[in-house]
Nanobody
Framework: QVQVVESGGGLVQPGGSLRLSCSAS????????MAWHRQVPGKERVLVAS???????TYADYVKGRFSILRGNSENTVLLQMDSLNPEDTAVYYC????????????WGQGTQVTVSS
């Protein structure tokens, strides 16, 4: 089993910044990718950004130029740097770890709330 833990959410004013952190641990074969998704009540969980084992990065259009996904200093850790936040970014942010280059088993974290409000 793989455990995924997020941290770093909170309340921030419009135009502000937050950095989320995600760490995967446990019986990991080899992580294929890690990603951030977000979800608001009544809507589907959607991709924010992802990075795979080759370092290839994907961003959702609505965060390009404002958010950055990067590897943390520790193994199997990713960060999400969020700048120029606006109220529409308010959501629960979930980290996803995809384990195994062939099996691609998905593990989710418990989520961290990000609220952008004045």
């Amino acid at each position: 089993q793989v455990q995924v833990v997020e941290s770093g959410g909170g309340l921030v004013q419009p135009g502000g910044s937050l950095r989320l952190s995600c760490s995967a641990s446990g019986t990991i074969r080899r992580l294929y990718a890690m990603a951030w998704h977000r979800q608001v009540p009544g809507k589907e969980r959607v991709l924010v950004a992802s990075i795979n084992n080759k370092g290839e990065i994907t961003y959702a259009d609505y965060v390009k130029g404002r958010f950055s996904i990067l590897r943390g200093n520790s193994e199997n850790t990713v960060l999400l740097q969020m700048d120029s936040l606006n109220p529409e970014d308010t959501a629960v942010y979930y980290c996803k770890a995809v384990d195994g280059l062939e099996t691609k088993t998905i593990y989710w974290g418990q989520g961290t709330q990000v609220t952008v409000s004045s």
